[in-house]
């Protein structure tokens, strides 16, 4: 028989929420074979390769193909973007700068909330596990998804599990994870389809209006894709409000559920 060989693990931030207690935020021996290659042993550990983005293995940094060997220290971090890295060569060539998500079929919720401030959203209600890894490969969307098997499968590069179920919540978890608080575009996005929303003329849309709609409001939007049209209206004001909510929860913490949600 083979002697054992054994590497050391220590997993940093959310890559936590994978594992075990007893291996959680320490070093753990790890025992392997022949040539296992780093990220079988990742995810052998149940870690998602998708959420990983810096190996470390004795302080030097190395891709997901670095081969074990006997007494390694290896240090793995999640796709973090607020954490200063530069200096060491990260999984990605760079971080992915104008951020797309594609979301599971699960997360419809999130998908609207995602679009109401902006975010290039890709959703269907019906979508399959290949068809959204194919997205995700294609068009350079981050996954979102509540179901870690996803993020499993080779071929995905970007990928992260929501922790939360409130989709409120999940808004939130997103927006930190990756450091989105600078990024936001409430009233860019149409709700619907994704499209791109344009003020627009109300003589040029009043025959689409409701009398009620016509005779009240002034002020109009549509989309260029799917033509919805939006007004200053009680659900204009309802979204201007969330969307405050979301940003001086952004100042004060007090909306922020992050650090205690994603702590089993
Ligand atoms: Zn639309």
């Not at 940093?12 to 929420?17: A, G, K, M, P, V």
Request: charged letters at 30%.
């Amino acid at each position: 028989m083979a002697p054992e060989r054994i590497a050391k693990f220590r997993f940093y931030e959310e890559l936590n929420d994978f594992l075990p207690k007893e291996k959680q935020k320490k070093c753990f021996p790890y025992a392997f074979k022949y040539n296992q290659s780093v990220k079988d042993a990742i995810e052998a550990l149940g870690i998602p390769h998708a959420e990983v983005d810096l190996i470390l293995v004795n302080g030097n940094s190395q891709g997901f193909t670095y081969t074990l060997k006997n007494g390694d220290y290896i240090s793995v971090y999640p796709v973090f973007e607020s954490i200063d890295i530069s200096g060491v060569t990260r999984l990605r060539a760079k971080p992915l700068r104008e951020i797309k998500f594609v979301l599971d079929v699960h997360l419809g919720k999130l998908c609207k909330y995602l679009r109401m401030l902006g975010f290039d959203t890709y959703y269907r209600n019906n979508l399959g596990d290949d068809e959204i890894v194919r997205i995700s490969t294609t068009e350079n969307r981050v996954i979102l998804t509540r179901d870690i098997g996803i993020l499993k499968n080779g071929k995905v590069l970007h990928g992260y599990w929501v922790r939360s179920q409130d989709s409120k919540k999940q808004l939130w978890e997103v927006i930190q994870r990756f450091d989105l608080n600078d990024q936001l575009r409430p009233f860019y996005r149409c709700i619907v389809c994704n499209g791109l929303i344009n003020p627009v003329e109300k003589k040029d849309i009043e025959h689409l209006l409701r009398e009620n709609t016509k005779a009240f409001f002034n002020n109009f939007y549509q989309c260029q894709t799917c033509g919805k049209i939006y007004w200053e209206g009680s659900h204009f004001e309802n979204m201007q409000e969330f969307v405050e909510n979301v940003i001086s929860g952004k100042k004060t913490n007090r909306l922020s559920p992050f650090n205690k949600q994603i702590k089993k």
